[in-house]
């Protein structure tokens, strides 16, 4: 069974730093894309980034310099590092794997539960 | 940046049929997906490349495309479907995942 479990996620003050993890099982994460999406109280969802299986990574505009995704093979793990934090960034950050139709076009088949980041003086 | 337009609500009693649109320039040339979220939950896919039902997801919902604009319909709508419903695509340049403002879909 393909289990997403989010952590890492708390109050930080603005221009601080913290860093999520996704604890993947029922599936290997370095085969697949893997991807963070956040929804800010009340609002839509935003994709912020993706990692594809050989690597390669890209980011929303909005988080781009100040994010970083990346992924720990040896215990199935996905990261965001987060820096430079701003009230805008506030948000419940869930990560999800991402199944490729195209080299750049994917989709979203699993979720975690979300972990809420709040960032506030 | 690209944008998915999506309707803010839509309101229909139960058993109706529900049509929710998305419209976008580059979905002639990319595949939409549609989620669903319930209050508190996380998303749930329930149409993939325009009009595939991923197993589990029951047959009142649908999804169709045409030119610039995707829809997604379920029929014979539950109380259950109340929730909230988002299209995600691509640009037209396949790099960045975009998603619609999302639509509330309230079952009266």
């Known amino acids: 069974e393909v289990q997403l479990v989010e952590s890492g996620g708390g109050l930080v003050q603005p221009g601080g730093s913290l860093r999520l993890s996704c604890a993947a099982s029922g599936f290997t994460v370095s085969s697949n894309y893997m991807s963070w999406v956040r929804q800010a109280p009340g609002k839509g969802l935003e994709w912020v980034s993706v990692?594809?299986?050989?690597?390669?990574?890209y980011y929303a505009d909005s988080v781009k310099g100040r994010f970083t995704i990346s992924r720990d093979n040896s215990k199935n793990t996905l990261y965001l590092q987060m820096n430079s934090l701003r009230a805008e960034d506030t948000a419940v950050y869930y990560c999800?794997?991402?199944?490729?139709?195209?080299?750049?076009?994917?989709?979203?088949?699993?979720w975690g539960q979300g972990t809420l980041v709040t960032v506030s003086s | 940046s690209y944008e998915l337009t999506q309707p803010p609500s839509v309101s229909v009693s139960p058993g109706q049929t529900a049509r929710i649109t998305c419209s976008g320039d580059a979905l002639p040339k990319q595949y939409a997906y549609w989620y669903q979220q319930k209050p508190g939950q996380a998303p749930v896919l329930v149409i993939y490349k325009d009009s595939e039902r991923p197993s589990g997801i029951p047959e009142r919902f649908s999804g169709s495309s045409s030119g610039t604009t995707v829809t997604l319909t379920i029929s014979g709508v539950q109380a259950e479907d109340e929730a909230d419903y988002y299209c995600q695509s691509a640009d037209s340049s396949g790099t960045f995942v975009v998603f619609g403002g999302g639509t509330k879909l309230t079952v009266l």
């Open positions: 990692i594809y299986s050989g690597g390669s990574t």
């Open positions: 999800a794997r991402a199944l490729r139709i195209e080299v750049a076009e994917y989709y979203f088949d699993y």
